[in-house]
């Protein structure tokens, strides 16, 4: 099925980005990271495709060169090559941005997690993994109340990274 | 950043608070902007890290995969350096070939003058009318929709949209414009000639082409009388300074 995808639909982003000041290895990326926002934005259940995949898969790398282009101050771009957008329906360009947004917001989140300390890392890894806060505690084997401070303190040490990032502002949370 | 906010958060979120507790928070929260901001992030950063943590295992495996087509489908960076030095070459010569091409234009702009306006009118067809002019951040609505079914030649598509669009609003003269143009290039002349008959009729725009394409479409119908008409249109647009008064005079001139 992946496969399929990059068989079917690789070459037209990959002409798509290399058209816009990109390079094959920007295209490759933005394919990538495509796939997983559509993977991500699948994963919550908040995701109805309405139109066919490739003019779906074709906006989402779109936007997200386009706002990476941005970021690098480069001029707008104009693209008249848009087969595929006929029929695509507003619900599905409102999807394709939330994807996008919701891929820049976590390679933020992940970005900013990385510059944290071991141990923030591992208590936010965690609770974030579905288990309680008593599981996590006696799993660092620390108290319920210290794990639950611990978690606060690398939640707002986490917010406040990832807020004085250029970043944040576009990210519409 | 006070970290008892975002203690005060999990206890909400957590159903740990007592009932005049949530009370008081959910007041606050209406009454401090920066309060509910900080909420709604730290919201977000829970709900779609959680999400990641629940299928971190299954993130990785496709991660890794796409790693690997990437390798297959996409070039590695050393060819792409080789690619950019190619690209630069390229650029290089297609800038001469642009160079060339703006020479050889002038010439034959200035020089030429075998064609008369039914010819020139073709060619304004063939060359001007081939692609609208679509962003990439514009591209959101169902005019834009129209435009990229034109460009991708998909016009059956493109007349539906952009008949729906002007038909939902009847001041868009844009969507009137470009149906008109598509019937053009479909060479539904009669159509067309509606269109731009009805565009010519707004008076309210400051910008109208309708006269001017109102003429293209008779040099290209061709019938009997057109040719004249068309003449008598480029002339009023001159007359009047309206859209397409430039190429008019050019025309004219021939």
């Known amino acids: 099925m992946l496969e399929e995808l990059y068989r079917k639909f690789s070459e037209k982003i990959k002409w798509m980005i290399i058209r816009n000041n990109g390079s094959e290895t920007d295209a490759a990326d933005i394919f990538q990271d495509a796939l997983l926002s559509i993977y991500?934005?699948?994963k919550t259940g908040d995701f109805t495709l309405t139109c066919p995949l490739e003019a779906f898969l074709y906006l989402i790398c779109k936007n997200r060169w386009l706002n990476t282009l941005n970021k690098m101050n480069t001029q707008k771009v104009t693209i008249t090559d848009t087969k595929g957008f006929d029929?695509?329906?507003?619900?599905?360009?409102?999807?394709?941005?939330?994807?996008?947004?919701?891929?820049?917001?976590?390679?933020l989140l992940t970005e900013k997690l990385a510059e944290m300390g071991d141990s923030c890392k591992e208590i936010l890894?965690?609770?974030?993994?579905?288990?309680?806060?008593?599981?996590?505690?006696?799993?660092?084997?620390?108290?319920?109340?210290?794990?639950?401070?611990?978690?606060?303190?690398?939640?707002?040490?986490?917010?406040?990274?990832?807020?004085?990032?250029?970043?944040?502002?576009?990210?519409?949370? | 950043m006070q970290d008892n906010h975002i203690e005060q958060f999990e206890n909400y979120l957590s159903g740990d608070m007592l009932p005049e507790e949530r009370l008081h928070f959910e007041a606050n929260l209406e009454k401090d902007k920066e309060l509910y901001d900080l909420f709604i992030v730290?919201?977000?950063?829970?709900?779609?890290?959680?999400?990641?943590?629940?299928?971190?295992d299954h993130e990785a495996a496709l991660r890794s995969t796409l790693q690997k087509l990437n390798v297959v489908y996409f070039k590695a960076e050393a060819s792409v350096l080789q690619m950019r030095s190619s690209k630069r070459i390229f650029r290089t010569v297609a800038t001469a070939a642009a160079g060339v091409i703006l020479i050889l234009t002038a010439y034959f702009s200035f020089f030429r003058n075998n064609t008369d306006p039914r010819q020139l009118a073709n060619r304004y067809v063939k060359e001007d009318l081939l692609h609208l002019s679509i962003t990439m951040d514009g591209a959101k609505d169902s005019l834009q929709q129209g435009i990229?079914?034109?460009?991708?030649?998909?016009?059956?598509?493109?007349?539906q949209l952009f008949e729906a669009v002007y038909k939902a609003h009847p001041d868009n003269s844009d969507a009137l414009k470009y149906a008109g143009i598509t019937y053009l290039v479909?060479?539904?002349?009669?159509?067309?000639?509606?269109?731009?008959?009805?565009?010519?009729?707004?008076?309210?725009?400051?910008?109208?082409?309708?006269?001017?394409?109102?003429?293209?479409?008779?040099?290209q119908r061709n019938q009997p009388g057109d040719g004249e008409q068309a003449r008598q249109l480029l002339q009023q647009v001159i007359n009047e300074k309206a859209d397409g008064s430039r190429e008019a005079e050019r025309w004219l001139k021939k």
């Open chain 1, 40 to 42: 991500n934005k699948a």
């Open chain 1, 87 to 107: 029929y695509i329906g507003e619900d599905n360009f409102k999807l394709a941005e939330d994807c996008v947004l919701q891929q820049e917001r976590k390679n």
């Open chain 1, 125 to 173: 890894r965690l609770s974030w993994s579905g288990i309680g806060m008593d599981e996590v505690a006696k799993q660092l084997n620390v108290t319920y109340a210290y794990a639950r401070k611990k978690k606060s303190e690398c939640m707002a040490r986490l917010i406040s990274l990832v807020k004085h990032s250029p970043k944040f502002n576009s990210l519409k949370w």
């Open chain 2, 42 to 56: 730290y919201q977000t950063i829970d709900a779609e890290m959680h999400n990641t943590g629940k299928y971190s």
């Open chain 2, 148 to 159: 990229a079914a034109y460009n991708d030649k998909a016009y059956a598509a493109s007349i």
């Open chain 2, 186 to 219: 479909t060479k539904e002349y009669s159509k067309a000639l509606q269109c731009f008959n009805e565009l010519a009729a707004k008076k309210e725009l400051f910008s109208n082409p309708g006269m001017f394409l109102k003429a293209v479409t008779l040099l």
